[in-house]
């Protein structure tokens, strides 16, 4: 490991699960995941009628915890985070527990209060997602926040004592749900939203989702739909989804809902109590779409101790791609940024008016930075490992149809510009004219990479003219480009077939910028 690296460990005590998450961050705040360990708890469960957690119950969740502490230490955590949520903080003898905990395993444990664990998963969205309002709704097993925010600022949120596991086990009969125990839990959670006038004074706003609730009814959506792209998050539900599961997960039985293909099986129960909470909050709110997050507690607590700055939306991507180069990249970053200046500058000087600029300008900014993100791997061919790390590497800031578009612009690359194959499996997600999207935006990048190909930034500057269907680049260089006027006839085939525009080009050598 790299010595300017350190390694910090979160342990999250949900309601229905414990879970330790080893991250390796840099001092400039880039980290990723290195470990990640989960047990079911189902805390919610070990609380006895006076509303207490008995000694044995305390006994069974030390195992889990000295384990997870010590494959902390074995990855040489300098900091460790243990973070408690709803089914102990609700407890009425929760100081015993944590008291109890801490002095069995070693750990020091933080009991979070509601509007600090709403506060921890609003930071660990807005690092993962540049959405700038919405709210954020965390369905765990003992509790549900939920956040609203507005210009990536937090202005409310509350703390429901209802969550997947306490609904179960309060509602759920011995054969499973009747249509009155599900309208009550119904009425429970609407009776509580009622004291809060804020939750029905924003609709068509977002609702962001946090917790396996959530990300499980995405899994059952996406292969209902056999969806191309297993990612969850950025995945959206939509209303007609969230009103199928909520109608149909209660009307079957646990042994039907085994067999469903993308929920766990430790979930087959506590699903249901959760959808049913779902489909409440988002009628009540009036969302227009429910988006889920695969970032929410843990991350919030890791950026508080890493003290990271919450980033603007569009800053979001950048992030993320710094995170990738930091972990995962062998090239230059002084050539990559020449790229990414390079392109930025011909996709500037060509993007027709009233096009979508943002998502072109973005796609090139990932796609010129993460190019040879695939040499990592192994440098030949490096652009079909390129596009696979583009289909699953935490770009968490593009939406589905941006990753895909990503990809695609890695595949028209490996394959000189030739038609590809790969759009049409995506086709659900692609909107018409995205292979030419992806095509012209692969020939700018083309471009850009020959202009710099010996890695040495020769080229000064590059002036443009453009006559109807010829682009002329004055290029001014600080030595002879030998390399990159080789590379650049092959690349302006590629521009011409994706644009229709033959790119021609003068070249002045200045021994002074």
């Not at 609203?148 to 759920?172: D, Q």
């Amino acid at each position: 490991m790299n010595d300017n690296r350190s390694t910090v460990g979160i342990i999250d005590i949900g309601s229905n699960s414990i879970r330790v998450v080893v991250y390796e961050v840099t001092p400039k705040g880039a980290y990723r995941v290195v470990k990640e360990c989960k047990e079911s708890a189902r805390l919610s469960e070990k609380i006895n009628a006076d509303g207490n957690m008995t000694q044995e119950g305390m006994m069974a969740i030390v195992p889990v915890l000295s384990e997870f502490r010590n494959i902390c230490t074995s990855y040489g955590c300098e900091r460790v985070r243990v973070a408690a949520t709803a089914a102990i903080r609700n407890a009425g003898n929760a100081l015993d527990i944590v008291e109890t905990l801490n002095r069995h395993t070693g750990l020091e444990i933080e009991l979070l209060s509601g509007e600090e664990e709403a506060y921890f998963g609003f930071m660990g969205v807005a690092h993962g997602i540049g959405v700038s309002h919405g709210f954020i709704i965390d369905i765990g097993g003992g509790s549900t926040e939920i956040t609203l925010f507005r210009n990536r600022e937090l202005l409310h949120s509350i703390s429901l004592p209802i969550g997947a596991v306490n609904s179960n086990y309060k509602y759920a009969g011995a054969s499973g749900w009747s249509d009155q125990a599900s309208l009550q839990l119904q009425n429970e959670v609407e009776s509580h939203l009622r004291n809060y006038e804020w939750l029905s004074s924003h609709p068509n706003l977002p609702l962001i989702g946090l917790g396996g609730t959530i990300r499980s009814l995405g899994k059952l959506d996406q292969r209902r739909s056999k969806y191309p792209l297993k990612v969850t998050h950025h995945y959206e539900l939509g209303k007609e989804s969230i009103d199928y599961y909520a109608d149909l997960l209660p009307s079957i039985s646990v042994e039907q809902r085994r067999r469903l293909g993308g929920l766990s099986k430790n979930r087959v129960d506590i699903i249901v109590p959760g959808v049913l909470i779902l489909h409440t909050i988002y009628k009540y709110i009036k969302s227009r779409s429910c988006l889920i997050s695969g970032t929410g507690l843990r991350e919030g607590l890791l950026h508080d101790i890493i003290s990271s700055t919450l980033p603007e939306p569009q800053r979001v991507v950048e992030r993320q791609v710094g995170s990738l180069l930091a972990f995962h990249s062998t090239a230059s970053l002084k050539h990559l940024r020449q790229v990414n200046l390079l392109s930025g500058q011909l996709l500037e000087r060509l993007w027709e008016e009233g096009e979508d600029a943002g998502i072109a300008s973005r796609l090139l900014y990932v796609s010129s930075m993460l190019y040879k993100i695939g040499s990592s791997l192994w440098y030949h061919q490096f652009e079909k490992h390129t596009m696979y790390w583009l289909l699953n590497a935490p770009l968490g800031g593009l939406t589905h149809r941006e990753i895909v578009l990503a990809a695609l612009i890695a595949e028209h690359r490996a394959k000189n510009g030739k038609q590809t194959s790969f759009s049409l499996y995506h086709n659900s997600i692609l909107k018409d004219q995205d292979d030419k999207l992806a095509a012209r935006l692969a020939a700018l990048l083309e471009i850009a990479i020959a202009l710099d190909s010996s890695e040495t930034q020769p080229v000064i500057s590059v002036a443009t003219e453009r006559d109807n269907k010829t682009l002329l680049l004055k290029i001014k260089c600080r030595t002879q480009p030998y390399i990159e006027l080789r590379e650049l006839d092959t690349a302006a085939k590629a521009f011409h077939k994706a644009w229709d525009i033959k790119l021609k080009w003068e070249v002045l050598v200045s021994s002074t910028p």
